[in-house]
Nanobody
Framework: VQLQASGGGFVQAGDSLRLSCAAS????????VAWFRQGPGKDRDIVAA????????YYPDSVKGRFTISRDNAKNTVYLQMNSLKPEDTAVYYC????????????????????WGQGTLVTVSS
């Protein structure tokens, strides 16, 4: 599946952004999806994951309570709502997908994913 990430931009601390990850194929419901981010000089870290059914989600402590991942399988799109943004959220954000047999499975490591979007830059100014 091909993924297209969008929605990044330049915002002030405390603002919100919603990222979108659109899948090219009409079988998005077969895929578990995650968002990762990579800041300058940093590793690529997971910020949210969602199972193919949308029933199960994961957030690391760094974004828990501020970020929400959701999906609309009818539109083949996964979203990342980011609220209360901080300068340390500045990064290139990538969406990733992989086939999942279980409707409730999600995956936390970048090497678990087989398809990646091109990345969208989020810059948060203080």
């Amino acid at each position: 599946v091909q993924l297209q990430a969008s929605g990044g931009g330049f915002v002030q601390a405390g603002d919100s952004l919603r990222l979108s990850c659109a899948a090219s194929e009409g079988t998005a419901s077969s895929y578990a999806v995650a968002w990762f981010r990579q800041g300058p000089g940093k590793d690529r870290d997971i910020v949210a994951a969602i199972s193919r059914s949308g029933e199960a989600t994961y957030y690391p402590d760094s974004v828990k309570g501020r970020f929400t991942i959701s999906r609309d399988n009818a539109k083949n799109t996964v979203y990342l709502q980011m609220n209360s943004l901080k300068p340390e959220d500045t990064a290139v954000y990538y969406c990733a997908a992989r086939i999942a047999l279980s409707g409730r499975a999600y995956f936390l490591n970048s090497y678990d994913y087989t398809s990646w979007g091109q990345g969208t830059l989020v810059t948060v100014s203080s």
